[in-house]
């Protein structure tokens, strides 16, 4: 059974704060992670994916990978109150562009 | 926007209808996925389309069908609608270029209630 297993939260972290997300995945044959914002009542949105061991920044986001331990994480520098949503992460199967999500970390970012 | 189009957007059926729900692709996507969204639970895929063919299935029963058009676009049909059906259900698709294209981008969704 191919897993993304995700700390449910909620995370509360003050207004300018640096919020770290993290998720483990199952399957080692996963290649590619992706992470999505989730607002209440709306549909998932893309943040960024990662298929490179190691960091890769985008804007106030920083996605970081380490296939070993098959953890990927999400860092949100500056958090805003317009952060304040949920986050998903998933991993793709192989290369099959099937993903697995994880239930989701709830954020609560502070004024 | 992620130019995915979903309908309807919300619907209440009652338990041993069935119900067909309808997306169209972002422009020069030829996949379309569709996943189900419990309360409190991330997607679970139900199944993947690309070109007219199914290409994979989820845990899911037979109940739980689709098609896909030459334009791309998609339909997702359940039978038999049953209480734990109730969800939001998301059209995804995906298939640009380079290894972006794996990535899948949401439409707005479908909000099922089954009474």
């Known amino acids: 059974q191919k897993e993304v297993e995700q700390n449910s939260g909620p995370l509360s972290v003050p207004e300018g704060a640096i919020a770290s997300l993290n998720c483990t995945y199952s399957?080692?044959?996963?290649?590619?992670f992706f992470w999505y914002r989730q607002y209440s009542g709306k549909s998932p949105e893309l943040i960024m994916f990662i298929y490179s061991n190691g960091d890769k920044e985008d804007g106030r986001f920083t996605a970081q990978l380490n296939k070993a331990s098959q953890y990927v994480s999400l860092l949100i520098r500056d958090s805003q109150p317009s952060d304040s949503a949920t986050y998903l992460c998933a991993a793709e199967e192989g290369n099959f562009n099937k993903f697995y999500f994880g239930s989701g970390t709830k954020l609560n970012v502070k004024p | 926007e992620t130019g995915v189009t979903q309908s309807p957007t919300h619907l209440i059926k009652t338990r041993g209808q069935q119900v067909t729900l309808r997306c169209s692709s972002q422009s020069g996507h030829n996949t379309v996925s569709w996943y189900q969204q419990a309360l409190g639970q991330g997607p679970q895929f139900i199944f993947q389309y690309y070109r007219e063919e199914e290409n994979g299935r989820g845990n899911f029963p037979p109940r739980f069908s689709g098609l896909q058009f030459p334009n791309y676009s998609s339909e997702l049909n359940v039978n038999a609608l049953e209480l734990d059906d109730s969800a939001l259900y998301l059209c995804?698709?995906?298939?640009?270029?380079?290894?972006?294209?794996?990535?899948?981008?949401f439409g707005e969704g479908s909000w099922l209630t089954v009474v």
């Open positions: 399957d080692r044959g996963s290649q590619s």
């Open positions: 995804a698709s995906s298939g640009g270029q380079g290894r972006s294209g794996n990535t899948i981008y």
